[in-house]
């Protein structure tokens, strides 16, 4: 079984809103988001994945209990 390495998103150019970043900074706690809350995040607004994991960085808040290592 070969290992495949992460496809580079098309969208990952896209710098996240302050909407999007107040919304993962309502989402944390103590600090931190899980990867699904994340990923729901992303999908509820129709951002990639890496978007929402940019928010998360520039709201200081950490991805914790990552499942697939899209973070």
């Not at 995040?41 to 499942?67: F, H, N, T």
């Amino acid at each position: 079984m070969s290992k495949k390495s992460k496809s580079i998103d098309s969208n990952s150019q896209a710098r996240p809103t302050e909407e999007l970043i107040k919304a993962v900074e309502a989402e944390a706690v103590e600090g931190g988001v899980t990867c699904p809350v994340l990923r729901k995040l992303a999908e509820e607004k129709g951002v990639p994945y890496s978007v929402a994991g940019a928010a998360a960085d520039a709201a200081g808040i950490r991805i914790r209990s990552c499942d697939l290592g899209c973070f």
